[in-house]
């Protein structure tokens, strides 16, 4: 049955299925490419009722011709996933309590049946089904010794929108990740928040979520980085995370992070240091060298930056460092900014 109280007009849900549908129906292939021009095509809608974000389409990894979408609805305002599916698919098991938009027969020809599926940083199963069961690609991964801003910040959606944004606007031959900074107690907030922001944004290329706390909580396979002082007992700690991250999360980055002199000290000593701290008096870009020699990254804590500071960075550390953003809301176009200075290799 049809409710009477719909999150946005039928017709109007009906209209992006069709702006879905008539482009894959030209070109099947489901790319970026396919998104852009259905984005194009949902933009000449002028849609009243509702926000569509064609980044985020993805096809039901099991049901040929079931596609989902994120949405937003205006009056009032809420987050959904549309999804579209032939009137011969089963209903979806994915996902609890789907609401039933319409089923109605397209212009083009097809039957079909609209479902608004409840979407929002507070849904975590939700948001758990469509990153475990439709697409893995926008849960967070190790990135390994590239270069990483992180970002941190009281309110998460806010934050995670402004860092999907700034990856989804970033050139291909930025060679920067970026990617969340978090405590135990933040840390599943952040993860919700980060995995809705990137399918909104419709980004797939990858982030860092780094839990910067000693503390293991129970859930924190979440994340895919780990830092740790040396003198917060660090070797300890990895064995740790080893042995109690869950088996589908096996892969991560950790940082074990030490003043210089202490880098030294423990590489002759065997220690394998990740990341060595920037001097508090700001001179970091004097120690660069040093940190390179012990084949660590530079770890800069909380320093205002500027595009041409990150691009001598870059350069200094042959593109190994971590700029932990200051606390607070970080815009994506500052993100950008600094980021699209950094190009693919090293900058001299």
Not at 138 to 150: D, E, K, M, V, Y
Not at 248 to 259: C, G, K, M, P, Q
Not at 330 to 346: D, F, K, N, P, Y
Request: aromatic share 6%; with cysteine; net charge positive.
């Amino acid at each position: 049955m049809i409710p009477l109280d719909l999150p946005f007009r039928a017709p109007e849900a009906g209209r992006v299925a069709e702006a879905v549908l008539a482009q894959l129906k030209t070109s099947p292939r489901l790319d970026d490419a396919a998104r852009a021009r259905i984005e194009t095509r949902i933009e000449a809608l002028r849609l009243e009722s509702l926000t569509a974000f064609a980044r985020s389409i993805e096809a039901d990894p099991v049901h040929n011709g079931v596609y989902y979408i994120a949405v937003d609805s205006r009056e009032p305002f809420r987050h959904y996933l549309l999804r579209i599916a032939p009137a011969a698919a089963p209903a979806t098991s994915s996902f609890r309590k789907p609401i039933l938009i319409a089923r109605l027969r397209l212009a083009t020809g097809p039957e079909v049946v609209l479902n608004a599926i409840p979407f929002a940083p507070g849904d975590p199963e939700a948001i758990h089904s469509f990153t475990t069961v439709v697409n893995r690609a926008f849960l967070p991964r190790p990135c390994g010794p590239q270069a990483l801003i992180s970002v941190s910040g009281g309110d998460w959606v806010r934050t995670a929108e402004s860092v999907m944004q700034a990856a989804a606007s970033l050139p291909r031959q930025a060679s920067v990740w970026l990617g969340l900074r978090t405590d135990a107690a933040g840390l599943k907030a952040a993860a919700l928040a980060a995995s809705w922001a990137a399918v909104r944004a419709g980004w797939r290329g990858g982030y860092s979520l780094c839990l910067d706390d000693p503390a293991l909580p129970a859930d924190h396979g979440l994340a895919s980085r780990y830092a740790c002082r040396i003198a917060s007992g660090a070797l300890e700690f990895q064995g740790s995370v080893r042995r109690t991250r869950p088996a589908e999360a096996r892969s991560f980055d950790l940082d074990i992070v030490a003043t210089a002199p202490e880098a030294a000290v423990l590489r002759s000593a065997g220690v394998i240091v990740h990341g060595v701290e920037a001097p508090v008096d700001g001179q970091w870009l004097e120690t660069a060298e040093a940190v390179k020699r012990l084949g660590a990254a530079l770890v800069v804590d909380g320093a205002s930056a500027s595009p041409a500071l990150l691009t001598g960075l870059n350069a200094a550390t042959a593109g190994r460092w971590h700029w932990k953003a200051p606390p607070g809301r970080v815009e994506a176009a500052q993100i950008v900014a600094l980021a699209t200075e950094l190009r693919s290799g090293v900058t001299g």
